[in-house]
Antibody, heavy 124, light 113 residues
Framework: QVQLVESGGGVVQPGRSLRLSCAAS????????MHWVRQAPGKGLEWVAV????????YYADSVKGRFTISRDNSKNTLYLQINSLRGEDTAVYYC?????????????????WGQGTLVTVSS | DIVMTQSPDSLAVSLGERATINCESSQSVLYSFNNKNYLAWYQQKPGQPPKLLIY???TRESGVPDRFSGSGSGTDFTLTISSLQPEDVADYYCQQYYSTPPTFGQGTKVEIK
């Protein structure tokens, strides 16, 4: 069965950096685009970034462009999100989510599996 | 960016009754070349991640009970729960994937009356 397990969250001071990971299993990771979606406490869902199945294409939300970097290691079945210059508004649960179909070149799609999420709290 | 607007923000329905959630997009999410609406619905229970219910506006995800159905086209969509069950208490979100960035509605909270 598909499993996505995020890690790397925690309490971080404003301006610092953090790297989130998402370990995938139960499907052919290298065939699927992967996304990060976040949810601030008590708020709705906000898409953050996507990376194509082969890592060649990446897209970001305007709110994180230039500060966040999405990457993947298909040999380790792991997705990453490097978060720099953290701000209070980045406080959220960060979910990794899997594209609904394989071999897409990136961009917008629906998400058929989600991880449980990892909480990032930005606070001094 | 395409703005997704759900209505109502919350609704309370008696057990066994119908629940209807509406979702409107600021521009059409219907692709003419394949006649598909790029619209999905998710269910999120407290403390859990979202779960995919419906994609392509009306295709039910495997394992989703058939009391959940999606309809609509272009800019106006509906998620219907035909007979509300206790386990259906949750937040529901629509999402467009017609263009990047994918965007979500603000969510609709469904409760038992």
């Amino acid at each position: 069965q598909v499993q996505l397990v995020e890690s790397g969250g925690g309490v971080v001071q404003p301006g610092r950096s953090l790297r989130l990971s998402c370990a995938a299993s139960g499907f052919t990771f290298s065939s699927y685009g992967m996304h990060w979606v976040r949810q601030a406490p008590g708020k709705g869902l906000e898409w953050v970034a996507v990376i194509s199945y082969d890592g060649s294409n990446k897209y970001y939300a305007d709110s994180v462009k230039g500060r966040f970097t999405i990457s993947r290691d298909n040999s380790k079945n792991t997705l990453y999100l490097q978060i720099n210059s953290l701000r209070g508004e980045d406080t959220a649960v960060y979910y990794c989510a899997k594209d609904g179909d394989p071999y897409r070149s990136g961009g917008s799609y629906y998400f058929d599996y989600w991880g449980q999420g990892t909480l990032v709290t930005v606070s001094s | 960016d395409i703005v997704m607007t759900q209505s109502p923000d919350s609704l309370a329905v008696s057990l066994g009754e119908r629940a209807t959630i509406n979702c409107e997009s600021s521009q059409s999410v219907l692709y003419s070349f394949n006649n598909k609406n790029y619209l999905a619905w998710y269910q999120q229970k407290p403390g859990q991640p979202p779960k995919l219910l419906i994609y392509w506006a009306s295709t039910r995800e495997s394992g989703v009970p058939d009391r959940f159905s999606g309809s609509g086209s272009g800019t106006d969509f509906t998620l219907t729960i035909s007979s509300l069950q206790p386990e259906d208490v949750a937040d529901y979100y629509c999402q467009q994937y017609y263009s990047t960035p994918p965007t979500f509605g603000q969510g609709t909270k469904v409760e038992i009356k």
